[in-house]
């Protein structure tokens, strides 16, 4: 148990900054249970390594040098990240032939990582800050020192091409943790199955206990499992950079050790908790990475949760062992896929098996044995039934937790494992009860049906905005890009984030890709009941929500942007006008058409563009603000020009490519 404190405390000062409130009040109670259970001494220790890692955590490496030597500690398609002495550096570099373990030289200009991340898609830069990378270098050239005689990437190519491109995608997931696209892997990442069959590693200890059994038929039990972690040692090899590998092969390693060397006096508790010490002390970003925490804590949770139900028959046991390290991971579900699933839980026990021998027929190919039609057969009734499960899967759509739910969540959580432990059941089915009728609440659309809201949504180089009045739904264009399907990485996360189930009325202003692009994915992967573009449906009205486009006009010149809606409507005493891409000439056809528009918050055409937005036109409307979306771009957007308009007329400037998603939100009883 003294281990585990230790750990805790490691672990908590390093990610103490990280989420400061949780992880403060985290500690306070662990060293008052620490003063409860040990001496002063051990108390002090707890401290003192909690203190010393919280100052750690402050440090951040950034030394200016000419040239840039040091070992490739991952490599990627079209990044490597360097350990260059004790610093670690972000490389842009595409199609690269860089190989974990060379060692290189750098030249280049050395600045903070710069990554433009667009609404609810995957911010890379926070995910290498959480790996204790800050900087990037933009390189100029690179010499090979060392090259790793042993080229990992291309053996692992060349394995994955004996299967079709679909058994490509999921084995490359399985085995190698590689973001690998197709059919079967999407429809894991919809049935939240993706970590299941990435990061469990689950299927490296059935391969073990297997190739134990063999060759236990002919070497003593101790050789025999010697034998079978140095026959798995090639896949190792290509793996062990995963966190989950290293982390199941210390582990084997460290109880082979307990049981020969010290005959089993380390019990399996302080084996975890040394272990991730170990892991700490080498890495303390890893206390910031989804894939430590997991790892290290459900196999510790499981070991608290098996002392609570020591005495349950086995079968009972096992479910309620089962639903409780759900209940653990229910926090972490919704923040990778902004949901849940009920039948999360049954989709994991199924899939479990099928993916540990998908997993052992495939490690048997790479080590040389041809089951490669074996593996495409399974690989493919796996995705039929992926496909199968998909069509019943119900979900709820939910936020991340705030850091203070996760701190209540967590902490109801522990007390109710410790009150079934000291067999205080009537006091833990209570809470236990709370707990479960404060989830609900915050699972509900209740908030929904009593507010309203406008969000110009952060969509990059492009314009979406979302209305909702209470449970009615608008979305003004859709936004889209030519790298990256902007409807699956940004609008229906955001959706799902705002417990929005289905979508009233999808409107694009005009055809162009960065208003409309994303259209046809939103239609395919979210429930759209009607689409309208064409100026002959307005005035629109939706449950006391009116929207009147202002451009009727017919240009004579027939451009693209000529056509753009403009669109008006009143939410909550508030005036929006959306302008589209409606250049100066509309603007002037508006303003002789029409006397007074009422206008309080104004989006601003063509991203800012000088092709739109006069000062008259800003004279005309006295906007209170001004929303400008935009993104990274090589127009110029927004224009100098446009934003010396807004300044001399008072306007508040709001730009997504600053701020994110602008959201305007209002109580409506």
């Known amino acids: 148990m003294k281990l585990l404190f230790l750990f805790l405390s490691i672990f908590l000062g390093f990610s103490l900054f990280s989420s400061p409130i949780g992880f403060g009040i985290t500690f306070v109670i662990l060293i008052i249970c620490s003063i409860k259970r040990f001496k002063a001494k051990f108390t002090i220790l707890c401290l003192l390594l909690f203190t010393v890692f919280t100052l750690l955590s402050l440090i951040k490496l950034n030394v200016i040098r000419d040239c840039y030597q040091g070992v490739v500690i991952e490599a990627k398609e079209n990044y490597a990240i360097l350990l260059c002495r004790f610093e670690r550096i972000y490389l842009p570099i595409k199609e690269n032939n860089i190989e974990i373990g060379d060692i290189i030289n750098v030249t280049g200009t050395k600045s903070d990582l710069n990554f433009i991340t667009i609404q609810s898609q995957f911010d890379f830069s926070h995910y290498l800050n959480n790996k204790g990378i800050f900087n990037q270098l933009n390189v100029d050239t690179i010499n090979t020192i060392f090259k790793n005689p042993i080229r990992l990437k291309q053996i692992r190519m060349d394995f994955l091409n004996h299967f079709d491109e679909n058994t490509k995608s999921l084995i490359g997931s399985i085995l190698f943790s590689e973001g690998e696209t197709g059919e079967a892997t999407e429809l894991m990442s919809q049935l939240h199955l993706s970590r299941l069959a990435t990061v469990s590693g689950v299927y490296i200890y059935a391969f073990l206990k297997m190739l134990n059994g063999l060759y236990s038929r002919k070497f003593s039990e101790k050789n025999s499992k010697i034998l079978a972690l140095i026959t798995l040692s090639p896949y190792l090899i290509f793996t062990f950079n995963k966190l989950s590998i290293k982390r199941i092969v210390f582990l084997y390693i460290f109880r082979l050790i307990n049981e020969y060397k010290f005959n089993k006096k380390i019990d399996n508790l302080s084996i975890i908790s040394i272990i991730a010490i170990i892991f700490l002390l080498l890495d303390p970003y890893l206390s910031r990475q989804d894939s430590f925490i997991l790892g290290f804590f459900i196999p510790i949770v499981s070991h608290f949760i098996n002392q609570a139900f020591r005495k349950k028959k086995k079968t009972k046991k096992y479910i309620l062992s089962s639903l409780l390290i759900y209940v653990f991971y229910i926090p972490f579900e919704i923040k990778f896929f902004n949901e849940i699933s009920p039948l999360s839980i049954v989709f994991q026990t199924i899939y479990s098996p099928i993916f540990i021998l998908l997993a052992l027929f495939s490690l048997l190919c790479f080590i040389k044995i041809p089951l490669y039609p074996v593996v495409n057969t399974l690989a493919k009734g796996c995705t039929n039934l992926l496909g199968w499960c998909n069509k019943i899967n119900p979900k709820l759509f939910i936020p991340p937790f705030p850091d203070w739910l996760t701190l209540i969540y967590y902490l109801l959580f522990a007390l109710c494992l410790v009150l079934i432990t000291i067999k205080l059941l009537p006091i833990s089915r209570f809470i236990f009860v709370i707990s479960i009728c404060l989830s609900i609440i915050y699972v509900l659309p209740i908030q929904n049906f009593v507010t309203a809201e ?216």
């Open 454 to 669: 406008v969000d110009f949504i952060n969509v990059g180089q492009g314009d979406s905005c979302l209305i909702r009045y209470k449970t009615t739904t608008i979305l003004i264009d859709t936004g889209g890009s030519l790298y990256l399907d902007v409807a699956k990485d940004s609008l229906i996360p955001y959706l799902k984030s705002k417990r929005i189930y289905n979508i009233d009325c999808v409107i694009t202003t005009h055809d162009d890709n960065d208003h409309k692009g994303a259209l046809e994915s939103l239609c395919s992967n979210f429930n759209v009941k009607e689409y309208i573009n064409d100026i002959g449906n307005f005035p629109l009205s939706f449950n006391n929500l009116t929207l009147i486009n202002y451009n009727n006009f017919v240009s004579e010149w027939k451009e693209e942007n000529d056509t753009s809606l403009v669109i008006g409507f009143a939410l909550c005493d508030t005036n929006f006008l959306i302008m589209g891409d409606a250049p100066k000439k509309i603007e002037n056809l508006i303003m002789k058409e029409f006397d007074y528009i009422p206008c309080d918050v104004l989006k601003i055409g063509h991203h800012g563009s000088n092709t739109s937005t006069s000062d008259k036109f800003i004279k005309y409307l006295k906007p209170q603000d001004a929303v400008i979306s935009v993104g990274k771009n090589k127009y110029g957007h927004p224009d100098s020009s446009v934003i010396g308009i807004l300044k001399n007329n008072n306007v508040t400037i709001k730009r997504t490519d600053k701020i994110g998603t602008i959201i305007y939100s209002y109580y409506c009883f």
